[in-house]
């Protein structure tokens, strides 16, 4: 139980395209996801909380005009990457949490995004 | 802002050596959980840790959680070349907005034969 899954696995993308991920928590509701990046070999670092039916809250120093998160439902939150560069490209990974559970997250599979 | 630090950075050990990577946190934390990546890979979870002083055992892997909840350590005895990968812990932070985890530095294991 408690499967994350996100789509695609891996993408690229001309510079100044838009890019969307969907994180999609598969057998559970998630009343909340998290927005995570990982650059090589370096930690992950939440970029976002988004919680369902209401704006996300981003974390210090992420654009919200440029990452656009969208929580329509119980199972679905979407990143999309607006006007991408190059420095944008990195591992974005998403986690969900379990209504009623706080204290526990799971993490999806990860989306690998370059930007040429 | 709240900060996670790990030691080591890397570590390269010979198969059959043990290894521990040290977690420190400058906030007291709810929880701490304890995560692998392997190369490529995205982050596993391995365990959460909550009381104060808690130490839990999966197999050749040691958890221990500081009697002031601001440190972890994770402890694997006799390395097998499968342990490679980087080791994660994740502080759970309760604040205004919620319970967010913050991830540490993470720590690289390499095991060579």
């Known amino acids: 139980g408690a499967v994350v899954s996100q789509h695609p696995s891996w993408v690229i993308c001309k510079s100044g395209t838009s890019v969307k991920i969907e994180c999609r928590s598969l057998d559970f509701q998630a009343t909340t996801m998290f927005w995570y990046r990982q650059f090589p070999k370096q930690s992950l670092m939440l970029m976002a909380t988004s919680n369902e039916g209401s704006k996300a809250t981003y974390e210090q120093g992420v654009e919200k005009d440029k990452f656009l998160i969208n929580h329509a439902s119980l199972t679905l939150s979407t990143l999309t990457v607006t006007s991408a560069h190059p420095e944008d490209s990195s591992f974005y990974i998403c986690s969900a949490r379990l209504a009623g559970a706080p204290h526990e997250q799971y993490f999806g599979p990860g989306t690998r995004l370059t930007v040429t | 802002g709240q900060q996670v630090m790990q030691i080591p950075q890397y570590q390269h050990v010979q198969e059959g050596e043990d290894f521990t990577t040290y977690c420190n946190s400058s906030t007291t934390l709810s929880n701490i959980q304890w995560y692998k990546q392997r190369p490529g890979g995205h982050p596993v979870f391995l365990i959460q840790?909550?009381?104060?002083?808690e130490v839990k055992k999966q197999k050749r892997l040691t958890f221990q959680f500081g009697e002031a909840k601001k440190n972890s350590s994770l402890h694997i005895t006799a390395t097998q070349t499968t342990d490679v990968g980087t080791y994660f812990c994740a502080g759970l932070i309760l604040t205004g907005g919620g319970n967010k985890l913050t991830f540490g530095t993470g720590t690289q294991l390499k095991v060579e034969l």
């Open positions: 840790l909550v009381k104060s002083g």
